[in-house]
T-cell receptor, first 114, second 112 residues
Framework: NAGVTQTPKFRVLKTGQSMTLLCAQD?????MYWYRQDPGMGLRLIHY???????AKGEVPDGYNVSRLKKQNFLLGLESAAPSQTSVYFC?????????????FGPGTRLTVL | AQSVTQLGSHVSVSEGALVLLRCNYS??????LFWYVQYPNQGLQLLLK??????LVKGINGFEAEFKKSETSFHLTKPSAHMSDAAEYFC??????????FGTGTSLTVIP
């Protein structure tokens, strides 16, 4: 099993450009999450999904959109990138309710917006 | 509201010394609690989790944590630090639901 994979690993964008980050998991997890990690701020939840076709906002959703068309994939989109979106992005997945299980994380995508 | 506070953004210990990383939480319901470790340029890996069973939880690599409800704490310890323990450590809380709340992390340095 590959676990949680993220594509791409690195990306440099210019302000105003758009891009999509892809997260895939092969563990049949119901829940999937997108976080951003910034120095001194830990991980902050951007959006999450509790099942195919459903998404919800997290702590810092502005400037991002997501889609979960297939259970195994969770896409994070930046429509018009800004320098404030320079960060490391992590995808995670977990089994769903009623048990609360740990999250499994991908290796991260390092995004720089110039 | 849920939140996690990790006291000390940087902790240094000598090799062989006790490791103590502090985590306090606030939660409106009895929470599930987690410790994750992040090595450089990698994602987060689960060290251990508390899910309302035994209050002393043992994890991987010799780490353990004790849930103290009266102190709202879930501190991480290891009796003897190893060079390979140098990493960033995150405490996380999850109420019964969908979301996880992470602390800001503690960077552990092990001095030879």
């Amino acid at each position: 099993n590959a676990g949680v994979t993220q594509t791409p690993k690195f990306r440099v964008l210019k302000t105003g450009q758009s891009m999509t980050l892809l997260c895939a998991q092969d563990m049949n997890h119901e829940y999937m999450y997108w976080y951003r990690q910034d120095p001194g701020m830990g991980l902050r939840l951007i959006h999450y999904s509790v099942g195919e076709g459903t998404t919800a906002k997290g702590e810092v959703p502005d400037g991002y959109n997501v889609s979960r068309l297939k259970k195994q994939n969770f896409l994070l989109g930046l429509e018009s990138a800004a320098p404030s979106q320079t960060s490391v992005y992590f995808c995670a997945s977990s089994y769903g309710a009623p048990k609360v299980n740990e999250q499994f994380f991908g290796p991260g995508t390092r995004l720089t917006v110039l | 509201a849920q939140s996690v506070t990790q006291l000390g953004s940087h902790v240094s210990v000598s090799e062989g010394a006790l490791v103590l990383l502090r985590c306090n939480y606030s939660s409106s319901v009895p929470p599930y609690l987690f410790w994750y470790v992040q090595y450089p340029n990698q994602g987060l890996q689960l060290l251990l989790k508390y899910t309302s069973a035994a209050t002393l939880v043992k994890g991987i690599n010799g780490f353990e944590a004790e849930f103290k409800k009266s102190e709202t704490s879930f501190h991480l310890t290891k009796p003897s630090a190893h060079m390979s323990d140098a990493a960033e450590y995150f405490c996380a809380v999850s109420p019964i639901g969908n979301q996880f709340y992470f602390g800001t992390g503690t960077s552990l340095t092990v001095i030879p």
